[in-house]
């Protein structure tokens, strides 16, 4: 299995910011932590931090990523916009399209996303986005989007406990892929999307996300801490948050909570 190349992350793509600096590291217990730590000594937006495993992989809500060394890809990456902190979900959005996007280059016409942060391939999740927010006052200080995509772990090597739900590029392919390549794609399409983001809003992200949706159309069930929501999803408000049609004409909007597809009856 060939390792990470930094030198290799390090020299493409010509002039892009995001992946400069670059941390390699080995193992450790999570990337968003360690980015966290070092956007809390001053990292610059675009620096990236990517481990060959994690030994405390985190998702949302103290779930945990299933993170082997060797096979698969952590990513963070430090944003700093100087956008309201309402705004930060939005960024989570914006990376599941850049996700979407780049791992089209090698399953195309199969990948989709399901709100808010799985990106899927044959419905089955490939990869999670965990975005962290730490604020200054009444602005935000960084945000941290942290990416875990299964590139070359084998089926039988998933958790059983989501093995069923999940898969890798390896699975979908047949072959293995180079995780360097993922990264330089996935850095490329973040970069893309974020400048877009910040130069135009989210009302021209949203175009670029809606393709993918794979709940749009469907009765699903929304479950956030104590609060359960039911409905059709519609599409994405001007802020990221999902539509619900609850009945006819009466939408209801959801900011976070887990999706599931309800069963046509
Ligand atoms: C997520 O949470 O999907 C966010 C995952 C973010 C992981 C990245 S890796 C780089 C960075 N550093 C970190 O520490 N985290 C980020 P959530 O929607 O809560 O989904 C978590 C659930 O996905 C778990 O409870 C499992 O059911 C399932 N899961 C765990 N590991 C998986 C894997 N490798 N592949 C597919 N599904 C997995």
């Given at each position: 299995m ?36 070092l ?73 989709g996303i ?66 360097t ?81 309800l069963?046509?009856?």
């Open positions: 060939t390792s990470l190349s930094g030198e290799t992350l390090r020299n493409t793509p010509a002039g892009g910011r995001f992946g400069r600096p670059l941390h390699l590291f080995g193992s450790v217990e999570s990337t968003n932590l360690e980015a966290l730590k956007a809390a000594a001053g990292a610059p937006e675009g620096t990236a931090i990517i481990a060959e495993e994690q030994t405390a992989g985190r998702g949302r809500l103290n779930r945990t990523w299933q993170s082997p060394p060797g096979c698969n890809l952590y990513l963070s990456l430090i944003l700093r916009p100087a956008v309201e902190p309402a705004a930060a979900p939005q960024l989570t959005i914006m990376a599941g399209a850049a996700v979407a996007k780049a791992l089209t280059r090698w399953c195309p016409g199969i990948v399901k709100w808010p942060n799985d990106v899927l391939i044959r419905d089955r999740k490939v990869c999670g986005i965990l975005t962290e927010l730490r604020l200054s006052g009444e602005g935000i200080s960084s945000v941290i989007v942290g990416i875990g995509v299964n590139v070359n772990i084998r089926r039988e090597e998933l958790d059983p406990a989501f093995r069923d739900a999940a898969t890798s590029l390896l699975e979908e392919t047949g072959t293995e892929t180079d995780r390549a993922v990264a330089a794609a996935l850095l490329e399409e973040l970069e893309s999307l974020y400048d877009l983001w910040i130069r135009e809003g989210f009302d021209a992200v949203r175009p670029q996300w809606l393709p993918y949706s794979v709940l749009t159309g469907k009765r699903i069930r929304v479950a956030f801490q104590d609060e359960v929501e039911e409905g059709m999803a519609v599409g994405l408000d001007a802020d990221g948050a999902l539509l619900l049609e609850k009945s006819p004409g009466a939408l209801r909007r959801v900011l976070a909570g887990d999706a599931t597809i069963k046509e009856s």
